[in-house]
Structures are given as C-alpha cells and as structure tokens.
C-alpha cells in the first residue's frame, strides 16, 4: 500500500487535501476513508491496519485549529503517531525500499503524486544534478533515494505552482 504510506511524510494540509484520493489507491486493503465534516473542523481519515494489533490507524487532521495531525489506532491509544513520527509509519507501512532505480523511482512518484513521473524525467532531474545518484545495485544502475526524490519533486511542484 504505498500510496497511502507514502502521504503521511506529507504536511498536514497536502493530506488533508489529498486524503480521499490516495485511500483509493489501496487496492489490496481494506482500509476506506471516511471524511467527516465535524462542526470542530476536524476531519477523520481511516489510514491503514494498525502495524501492531488488530486495530485501525485513523488520522486525526484539525483544519480549523492548525493543530498537528495525529494518527491514533482504534484499539490500542498506545498505538499512535504525532506528525514527526509519520515518516517513520510510512517506512513501516509501506516497504518499499529506500533506494530505487530510475523505473522503479518513476513508478513509485506516480503512485504517490497521482502523476505520470516518466523514467527519463528522473534521469533529466539527477543528470542536472537535481537529485544524488548513489551506488549502483548489481547491475551497475545507479539508484535514487526515493524520500530525497519525493521532497524534490514537492519543492519543484511548488516552485512551479508559485
Ligand atoms: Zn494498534
């Protein structure tokens, strides 16, 4: 379920804006979202299974209040993350590896931007030196790390944006 570990490295009010979207991409969990509007401004978003028990990890996110979203499991409030912890979740939840060749790097940012990130535009980006090449795996192909990557590509959208 990488899409949807993958926004909780994300600030709170991209998830909140993108929340529905990446749940849907969960294919082969049972986790839905449920967007509530509460009079609080609070919105609920059912995230994943709780890596721990049997519980549900659902993300707490206060638009009104700017408060830092937190992502507790039903079960267990032991279970529970604040936000400088959700990167940390996203690695437990989603296994994919840190490092990633150039296909596999384009295939995980599309995932996780909704986008379609082509494998020469990942060779565009560190050939101008935009992100690091680092050692190749066995075959000789240089790898990328993906959380680096992901942070680039969110600073370029926004530069781009702006
Ligand atoms: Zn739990």
Do not use: K, N
Request: proline share 4%.
């Amino acid at each position: 379920m990488p899409a949807l570990a993958d926004w909780m490295t994300l600030d709170a009010d991209w998830v909140a804006a993108h929340l529905p979207r990446h749940v849907e991409d969960v294919e082969d969990r049972a986790a839905d979202l449920e967007r509530i509007a509460r009079p609080a401004g609070i919105r609920r978003g059912i995230v994943a299974d709780c890596p721990h028990c049997d519980g549900v990890l659902v993300a707490w996110i206060d638009d009104e209040r700017q408060l830092r979203g937190r992502i507790v499991c039903t079960r267990d409030a032991g279970h529970s993350w604040e936000r400088e912890q959700w990167r940390h979740l996203g690695r437990v939840l989603d296994p994919t590896p840190d490092l990633l060749d150039a296909t596999h790097l384009a295939d995980w940012l599309s995932r996780r931007f909704l986008t379609r990130v082509e494998r020469v535009t990942v060779w565009q980006w560190a050939r101008r030196g935009y992100l690091d090449r680092i050692d190749g795996d066995h075959v000789g192909r240089p790898l990328y790390d993906r959380h680096a990557a992901a942070d680039w590509y969110l600073e370029h959208r926004a530069r781009r944006a702006g």
